[in-house]
Nanobody, 120 residues
Framework: QVQLVESGGGLVQPGGSLRLSCAAS????????MGWYRQAPGKQRELVAA??????TNYADSVKGRFTISRDNANTVYLQMNSLKSEDTAVYYC???????????????WGQGTQVTVSS
């Protein structure tokens, strides 16, 4: 069993900052990539940022220069969000492509989601 547990969401004023964390646990053999997606009400889920095992990163155009994705050696990925805007309001989901679990297969796993609300 592999699990992703997110933390760090909340309410912040425009221009403020938040840091999201996502920890992967369970029987993990390797992590290929981790990332953050978000889904606003009435909209499709979209990729925000991703990072590979080689630390290559990819960002949505809407967050470039404001958000930074990083990961540590403890199977945790972070999303530092600065200069937040009202349009960043959404449920943020952690995603990871992991080889592990009971049979050692490679699968995509999702966290439960954490709400980020940017409002004055």
């Amino acid at each position: 069993q592999v699990q992703l547990v997110e933390s760090g969401g909340g309410l912040v004023q425009p221009g403020g900052s938040l840091r999201l964390s996502c920890a992967a646990s369970g029987r993990i053999l390797s992590i290929n990539a981790m990332g953050w997606y978000r889904q606003a009400p009435g909209k499709q889920r979209e990729l925000v940022a991703a990072i590979t095992s080689g630390d290559n990163t990819n960002y949505a155009d809407s967050v470039k220069g404001r958000f930074t994705i990083s990961r540590d050696n403890a199977n945790t990925v972070y999303l530092q969000m600065n200069s937040l805007k009202s349009e960043d309001t959404a449920v943020y989901y952690c995603n990871a492509n992991i080889r592990g679990g009971r049979y050692g297969y490679t699968n995509d796993y999702w966290g439960q989601g954490t709400q980020v609300t940017v409002s004055s």
